[in-house]
């Protein structure tokens, strides 16, 4: 029952957690922009992707918030397999390039799988909200929204603060137009996956990061297919 009174203040965006979670995406955007036009390198998508983790998970255990174990759980899962979505587009479309001399894990920079995890936690929470108020597909649809919006300019930042960059596919401000689709796609999911690890077990919050994973991949192969 304490979790259900928790995720009701949260649906109204007015709970201490709901806060928080608007501030980090406050503070990851700033950081972002600053990187971008200070050309700041690798370390700082590094300090920035694990240190926005580690905030979160500090959070979660102050406030003992079990939903927020269950988010970090599901985004660093997603994160892991997401890597799978990263080699294809380094190696297969090779549109994605990666500086080098940096950490790496598989085809990706080390601090990937916790960067996925934090916007995954920021984008999905702003979805799990309007979720609470409109019908699941209105809040998929707005978050497939907020991806289309919120993901692209990062993507664009991160160009500029040296993190990672694209070639040999239109695009528009550093960002291809099919990344922009497929993150629009990939974010469309997380309302429904919110909401159904609300209430069950951490084995679904793995099963669904599982899930999510490949569906980050498969986002990217349709949207590449159609306008890659």
């Known amino acids: 029952m304490e979790l259900s009174v928790k995720q009701s203040e949260a649906y109204?965006?007015?709970s201490l957690e709901a806060r928080f979670i608007i501030g980090t995406i406050i503070v990851t955007l700033t950081i972002a922009a600053i990187s971008?036009?200070?050309d700041a390198g690798w370390f700082s998508a590094f300090s920035l992707a694990v240190g926005m983790y580690v905030v979160i998970t500090g959070f979660a255990l102050?406030?003992?918030g079990q939903f927020l174990y269950r988010l970090l759980l599901f985004g660093l899962v997603a994160g892991?397999?997401?890597l799978l979505a990263d080699c294809w587009l380094v190696q297969s479309t090779g549109t994605l390039i990666y500086p080098e001399n940096e950490p790496m894990i598989a085809c990706s920079p080390l601090y990937m799988p916790f960067a996925w995890a934090v916007v995954l936690?920021?984008?999905g929470y702003l979805g799990w909200l309007?979720?609470?108020h409109k019908p699941l597909w209105v809040s998929m649809l707005a978050t497939m929204g907020l991806g289309l919006l919120f993901i692209p300019l990062f993507e664009h930042w991160a160009s500029g603060a040296g993190w990672w960059y694209y070639v040999d596919t239109p695009m528009v401000f550093n960002t291809p137009y099919f990344i922009i689709l497929g993150e629009g796609l990939i974010c469309m999911m997380l309302p429904l996956l919110f909401k159904l690890q609300a209430h069950k077990k951490y084995v679904m919050a793995i099963l669904l990061g599982i899930a999510q994973g490949f569906w980050i991949w498969l986002a990217y192969f349709v949207s590449y297919s159609i306008i890659g």
């Open 36 to 38: 971008s036009y200070t």
């Open 130 to 132: 309007i979720s609470g």
């Open 121 to 123: 936690i920021q984008v």
């Open 80 to 82: 892991a397999v997401e």
């Open 12 to 14: 109204r965006g007015n």
């Open 62 to 64: 102050w406030q003992k």
